[in-house]
Nanobody, 123 residues
Framework: QVQLVESGGGLVQAGGSLRLSCAAS????????MGWFRQAPGKERRIVTA????????YYTDSVKGRFTISRDNAKNTVFLQMNSLKPEDTAVYYC????????????????WGQGTQVTVSS
């Protein structure tokens, strides 16, 4: 099992940037695919981006391509989400997630979740 704690959320103006971090503890972090999901008010939680255990394969939902970057530091048990050119529609609670494979994350199958961090983008 793995425990996940997000940080770095906040309020930012449109066009600004934020960097989210997710610190993991528990079983070997480097064996997990990691991802970020988000849930806006009244909407379902959806995947934003994901990265495989080695960092060699990434996935981005179309709406964030070219603006968001996921990365991981296996030595520090941490995954990051750099968010640039933020838009009001990026406003949501962002959740860190871990799963045994990238496919499991993309299917929202057996996933470990963090508690979430609020990102608010003002227009």
């Amino acid at each position: 099992q793995v425990q996940l704690v997000e940080s770095g959320g906040g309020l930012v103006q449109a066009g600004g940037s934020l960097r989210l971090s997710c610190a993991a503890s528990g079983r070997a972090f480097s064996r997990y695919a990691m991802g970020w999901f988000r849930q806006a008010p009244g909407k379902e939680r959806r995947i934003v981006t994901a990265i495989n255990w080695s960092g060699t394969t990434t996935y981005y939902t179309d709406s964030v391509k070219g603006r968001f970057t996921i990365s991981r530091d296996n030595a520090k048990n941490t995954v990051f989400l750099q968010m640039n050119s933020l838009k009001p529609e990026d406003t949501a609670v962002y959740y860190c997630a871990a799963a045994d494979s990238l496919g499991e994350l993309l299917r929202s199958g057996s996933v470990y979740w963090g508690q979430g961090t609020q990102v608010t983008v003002s227009s």
